[in-house]
């Protein structure tokens, strides 16, 4: 097989970067591709050259698979790289990369197809004898044929989407009478987020472990596994953060998962790089999955662990050599964790965020490394997956790999754009997470009620650091002798600072010196102003120096106070406003997104919880309820309108 020279990336946002920079590191020459919404992207400027290939919608652009394939021929790449999601677990885009002649690096259509419907890779790994779950993965999908098999599996059980992943087209199901709903909403984010509405059910294991072993097949034959992956602490059915190895892991068991891996991979004659993953009981007991057919998301915790660059190895394998490495030479060295920064809001059921990014300043300590795709000033936007980045460490223990991720989250800065940046500082430091005693229900078992999980209520000191910024920036913007003069200097000036629903008053006393004497409730501050250049802002807090980095604009305030951010505004001189009750009937969007449905017509009677409108968002679907009995009053929107964030829906009266 003849050597590759030009790559072309068939995805965007940080995997697109990261294939790059192995790419470009090796010599080859890269081709982006890119939608509307993508147009000035970081992995758009990152590449040699870029193809634009149609709207911001994903059917329209990096699922359009003969516009990517265009864009190779014009450009000349003679390869390409599918990255994680979209097409990279495509059959049929595999066949026509062949069929252009171009080289998919990846494994065969084949094994992608089998093993790319949980419902068939089900059945195979039967007939190859790995340990499967309980469940059913026949070919009837009618309502009345699964609630028969659930009826026979028992419950809780899971509905999975067959071509699925990333939690989409997946629900848990504990009683009959919700299972209707769940398979219709399951269906649907099946058909828009894969192209197949195809489900399996499965047997609910109650709190395991979700390990996985990183495979890795060649042209000739040759198959290693690369260790494993513990990646059990997840929301929604989604990955937070990753580890490997697996704290509770074995030699033998080790072994015994790594050989099962193995013999899932022979039974599709596996090329290229490959995760197989199970669910792991408290007993030792371990499960088959699914297997996927493509570079993971947590790909690196494997990399820092074994000193390997798995692209590299892709690359190497598409084009033909040998794997570098026999099973018995693969040595697993220290202990890496990875955490998932999401533009999301964990306070409101982890609902995804959108906006523009204000400041991102990545902390790159020793032994860290942040994939990501973030540039300062462009949009976050409705449609595509919320994950902005990984931030992940390697250290000589568990322990020593914990703290030094830790501090990264801590210190990298992200303003802007709402993120589940606390939650992830959190979730580092609870003690079953130090203890590596937790299992794929942590979060909903330990977190339920947790502080991070509730809405934000400012601290003192970030009322004061918000109160004292503000004074400064209207001091700033009318300079001159008298700048910050009154009348009446002993009087303190009173400060409304608002976020969302809440407002909090802050009084505020300015001294000589951008010294402040700022009153919050019953709690006195004396702060001083050491340095402020509309970035970064050293202060004095009581006596103890601290550094803040910071956005200024239109009288909002963006403040970052370790280890989230925080969006405040100023409000002194607006009117006071009456906030809609919780049993408010107008319904709000609750992000940027599209209507996908709308269950009710004008003049309907409508009861609280009722559904009534669903919004798409970042491939999932967001069911939104009214919050009162009454009668539709007015309905602003229909199947199809794209919506902005808080834009009014409808109305109940």
């Not at 489900?199 to 690369?226: K, S, T």
């Not at 940046?421 to 009620?449: D, Y």
Request: hydrophobic residues 40%; charged residues 20%.
């Amino acid at each position: 097989m003849p050597a590759l020279t030009k790559i072309l990336i068939a995805n965007r946002g940080e995997i697109a970067c990261r294939i790059q920079r192995t790419a470009q590191a090796l010599g080859y020459r890269t081709v982006a591709v890119f939608s509307d919404a993508d147009a000035d992207a970081l992995h758009v400027q990152m590449a040699d050259e870029a193809v634009h290939i149609g709207p911001a919608p994903v059917q329209q652009s990096y699922l359009n698979i003969p516009a990517i394939i265009e864009a190779a021929r014009r450009t000349g790449a003679d390869a390409i790289h599918p990255g994680y999601g979209f097409l990279s677990e495509n059959a049929g885009f595999a066949r026509a990369c062949q069929q252009a002649g171009i080289t998919f690096i990846g494994p065969g259509p084949e094994a992608i197809e089998l093993m790319g419907s949980k419902r068939l890779s089900k059945i195979a790994m039967l007939e190859a004898g790995v340990q499967c779950i309980a469940g059913y993965q026949g070919a009837e999908q009618d309502d009345a044929a699964l609630c028969r098999e659930a009826e026979r599996i028992g419950y809780p059980l899971m509905i999975k989407a067959s071509a699925g992943g990333g939690g989409r087209g997946m629900r848990l199901v504990h009683d009959a009478g919700d299972l209707p709903e769940q398979l219709r909403t399951a269906r649907s984010e099946a058909l828009h987020g894969f192209g197949s509405d195809e489900l399996i059910l499965e047997q609910a294991l109650i709190e395991p472990r979700h390990v996985e072993v990183q495979l890795f097949g060649d042209q000739h034959g040759n198959l290693v596994y690369l260790g494993e992956r513990d990646c059990s602490i997840q929301r929604r059915h989604q990955k937070v953060i990753e580890e490997a190895p697996c704290p509770v892991m074995t030699a033998e068991l080790r072994q015994a998962m790594g050989e099962a891996a193995l013999k899932a991979g022979r039974a599709v004659n596996y090329v290229g790089a490959g995760t197989v993953e199970f669910l792991l009981d408290a007993h030792g007991r371990f499960y088959f999955l699914e297997m996927n057919t493509r570079l993971q998301v947590e790909h690196p915790v494997t990399e820092l662990i074994t000193g390997l660059d798995l692209v590299a190895w892709q690359l190497n394998v598409a084009e033909g050599q040998p794997l570098p490495l026999r099973q018995e030479q693969v040595q697993l060295k220290g202990h890496a964790m990875e955490v998932r920064l999401y533009a999301e809001d964990p306070t409101q059921g982890f609902l995804p965020q959108t906006g523009r990014i204000a400041a991102w300043e990545p902390a790159l300590h020793s032994d860290v490394r942040i994939d990501h795709g973030l540039i300062e000033g462009r949009q976050v936007s409705p449609f595509y997956d919320p994950m902005l980045g990984k931030i992940i460490a390697h250290g000589a223990t568990r322990e020593e790999a914990r703290r030094k991720l830790l501090r990264a989250v801590q210190d990298s800065v992200l303003l802007g754009v709402q993120s589940n940046q606390r939650l992830l500082s959190s979730l580092l430091q609870h003690p079953h997470f130090i203890s590596g005693q937790f299992s794929t229900g942590f979060i909903a078992r330990h977190f339920a009620e947790h502080p991070w999980l509730q809405p934000h209520v400012p601290r003192a000191e970030e009322l004061a650091i918000g109160a004292a910024l503000l004074y400064q920036a209207s001091a700033q913007a009318h300079p001159g002798p008298l700048a910050g003069w009154r009348n009446n200097a002993s009087v303190p000036l009173h400060y409304r600072l608002g976020l969302e629903d809440q407002e909090w008053s802050v009084a505020l006393n300015a001294e000589p010196g951008e010294a402040y004497r700022i009153q919050v409730a019953s709690r006195q501050l004396d702060l001083k102003i050491i340095d402020c250049d509309g970035r970064w802002a050293t202060l004095d807090i009581d006596g103890v120096r601290q550094r803040h980095a910071y956005r200024m604009h239109a009288g909002q305030l963006c403040l970052f106070t370790r280890p989230g951010s925080l969006r405040l505004e100023d409000r002194t001189q607006a009117l006071v406003n009456c906030q809609a009750s919780v049993s408010s009937g107008t319904l709000k969007a609750p992000m940027d997104g599209a209507i996908v449905d709308v269950l009710v017509s004008e003049g309907s009677l409508v009861s609280k919880g009722q559904l009534l409108v669903v919004l798409e968002a970042m491939k999932m679907e967001h069911p939104l309820k009214s919050g009162i009995d009454g009668v539709l009053k007015r309905l602003q929107v229909r199947v199809g309108d794209q919506v902005r964030n808080r834009q009014i829906l409808l109305e109940v009266e």
